[in-house]
T-cell receptor, first 117, second 112 residues
Framework: NAGVTQTPKFQVLKTGQSMTLQCAQD?????MYWYRQDPGMGLRLIYY???????DKGEVPNGYNVSRLNKREFSLRLESAAPSQTSVYFC????????????????FGDGTRLSIL | KNEVEQSPQNLTAQEGEFITINCSYSVGISALHWLQQHPGGGIVSLFM???GKKKHGRLIATINIQEKHSSLHITASHPRDSAVYICAVGHISNFGNEKLTFGTGTRLTIIP
């Protein structure tokens, strides 16, 4: 059982390049999230997807786009990378049992370390 | 926006000591989470609680909703407990799922 899988694990980009970070979970979770983690700061939410077909902005969405491709996969795209987007990116997923049901703890991927020169 | 404050930022202790990490937040929440991040970077959920106290092995988490405060305790600490411990508070989005706001973490080092 792989849990949450992120690819790639490491990437170096030049300013202005684009790339997509991939995330897939095999736990049949309905909610998925993208975070960034920067030194001295807590994890910050970039975008989330409450269920297949829905996405919404988090705290720091500027410069990013997302796609919830299906229930398993949630990708994060940097259209024109900037040095300020150098960070470690984490994908997470969880299950909400039903519309009135409780949320469960989030499961995290191992992270993608992204450097933009 | 909920502010999440953790203390201390760094903590070094001898093996066997009792450890306490504190977390305070500013507005009402759906739940409070404690997570562990090891030097390799992976993040694991330890506890999710909305009231009272939970225990798992040598780890205990408590929350006081009225005071907006939570503590994570580690009994009989061991070098393998060395990690960053992160407090996060949840709020329910318009879609019904929980969104987390994170503290900056407490770096714990246990010396043999």
């Amino acid at each position: 059982n792989a849990g949450v899988t992120q690819t790639p694990k490491f990437q170096v980009l030049k300013t202005g390049q684009s790339m997509t970070l991939q995330c897939a979970q095999d736990m049949n979770h309905n909610s998925m999230y993208w975070y960034r983690q920067d030194p001295g700061m807590g994890l910050r939410l970039i975008y989330y997807s409450a269920s297949e077909g829905t996405t919404d902005k988090g705290e720091v969405p500027n410069g990013y786009n997302v796609s919830r491709l299906n229930k398993r996969e949630f990708s994060l795209r940097l259209e024109s990378a900037a040095p300020s987007q150098t960070s470690v990116y984490f994908c997470a997923s969880t299950v909400r049992e039903d519309l009135q049901g409780s949320n469960q703890p989030q499961h995290f991927g191992d992270g993608t370390r992204l450097s933009i020169l | 926006k909920n502010e999440v404050e953790q203390s201390p930022q760094n903590l070094t202790a001898q093996e066997g000591e009792f450890i306490t990490i504190n977390c305070s937040y500013s507005v009402g929440i759906s739940a409070l989470h404690w997570l562990q991040q090891h030097p390799g970077g992976g993040i694991v959920s330890l506890f999710m609680l909305s009231s009272g106290k939970k225990k798992h092995g040598r780890l205990i988490a408590t929350i006081n909703i009225q005071e907006k405060h939570s503590s994570l305790h580690i009994t009989a600490s061991h070098p393998r407990d060395s990690a960053v411990y992160i407090c996060a508070v949840g709020h329910i989005s318009n879609f019904g799922n929980e969104k987390l706001t994170f503290g900056t973490g407490t770096r714990l080092t246990i010396i043999p």
